[in-house]
């Protein structure tokens, strides 16, 4: 499984960073997607001096012309496409009924948008290697996977996070979808969704509010992002090769917990 092409996003980010750095552990090669320019060089200059390969592209991921560059990049430096790990994101708190128009697009284009435009991208090139074969195409892409990054809030809701968890949920109910699409090539879409990781989709300027209305996690400290690295590589792994379609959770055991002063508990 060594030496696949692998599309990461949002490697300005603790998560995207760690899995960069966890696919070209093993010795994949990493296309490295983020804003910065500073923070993507300097991480691809970190995995070339440990051995690895990876380029950096550039790009916000919400744009049409920015996706078809990132397929683009990864072509050129290594000939194809295997896997993509969407982990770039945006959370904005706000009272429902004092959201914004401009808050609600900011949301569903990083969120959203991003993921459905790199989710057909990466799906096309995967079909396109797979090719023509007379058994359907099964297992011809079996190497192939794609991974999104959500939250916890894609099952969960808050009146000051309406939107932000509508974005959640559809993210997971569209990599459902990218997952059936996948299914005839032998290929695989799944979603990790996280809570109670440093620097989690929320920046810090966020996080200490978000983190003040949250309920305590059962395992009582925070995620490492490595450990939601882990998570995402697994699932793009040959020991993950029948498992599609599914939300897997990184949260310490938050939505397991009975909160006390549930109805119905």
Known sequence: MAGRSVIVT????????????????????????????????????????????????????????????????????????????????????????????????????ANLRSTFLLNQAVCKQIIKQAGETDDGGVDQARGSAIINLTTTESVTASADHAVFAATQGAVTQLTKAVSMTLAPYGARANAVGIAAIR??????????????????????????PEEVANTIYFLASREASYITGQSIYVDGGRLAQYRRGDRNG
């Open 199 to 224: 620097e989690e989709l929320d920046e810090v300027e966020e996080s200490k509010s978000r983190e003040k209305s949250s309920p305590s996690t059962p395992l009582a400290r925070k995620g490492e």
């Open 10 to 109: 949002g490697v300005a980010t603790g998560i995207g960073r760690a899995t960069a750095m966890r696919f070209a552990g093993a010795g994949e090669r990493v296309v490295l997607v983020c804003k910065s320019e500073e923070k993507g060089r300097a991480l691809a200059e970190v995995i070339r001096s440990q051995g690895g390969e990876a380029v950096f592209i550039q790009a916000k991921t919400a744009r049409k012309l920015s996706v078809h560059n990132i397929i683009a990049e990864a072509l050129e430096a290594y000939g194809r496409v295997d896997v993509l790990a969407h982990c770039d994101g945006l959370f904005q708190s706000a009272p429902f009924l004092e959201t914004g128009e401009d808050q609600f697009d900011a949301l569903i284009d």
